[in-house]
């Protein structure tokens, strides 16, 4: 199954994973997240939301968003994280992901930072507190 992916503002491309990342499934997700962040690459993307539809969030889909932060830091792209249920929101607070990456609990609040001069995730004022 590949990721839906569009464009928001022109210059975001926004990744929509509408399955639960488990450990059957992560190396699916983790690929087709790796292959569109690199393709947001090379068409001047200034940012990738992945917008975690499914409600569920296990450990394994914490690594994989971990990954991709950590290569989207490489490739020098903004990264943000809507975790739209409180489920997935209290897994990246209990696991410290939220520390790592910024996640935020709509689209919404999503595009609206991306016009902020904030770049980051940070324990204070962090949109999970919503």
């Known amino acids: 199954m590949s990721l839906p992916v569009f464009r928001a503002l022109g210059h975001v491309l926004v990744i929509g994973v509408d399955e639960v990342i488990d450990i059957a499934s992560a190396e699916h997700v983790r690929t087709s997240l790796v292959r569109q962040l690199l393709r947001a ?3 001047e993307a200034s940012a990738v939301v992945v917008d975690l539809r499914d409600p569920c969030l296990t450990t394994a889909g914490v690594d994989v968003l971990a990954d991709i932060q950590h ?3 490489t490739v020098a792209l903004r990264l943000l994280v809507v975790a739209p249920h409180s489920v997935s929101r209290r897994v990246l607070r209990i696991t410290e992901a939220d520390r790592r990456m910024e996640v935020h609990p709509g689209m919404t609040a999503a595009l609206r930072a991306l016009g902020d ?4 995730p ?3 004022g962090s949109p999970l507190d919503s």
């Open 71 to 73: 290569l989207a830091d």
């Open 122 to 124: 940070g324990p204070e």
């Open 117 to 120: 001069r904030r770049h980051g």
């Open 41 to 43: 690459r090379g068409q």
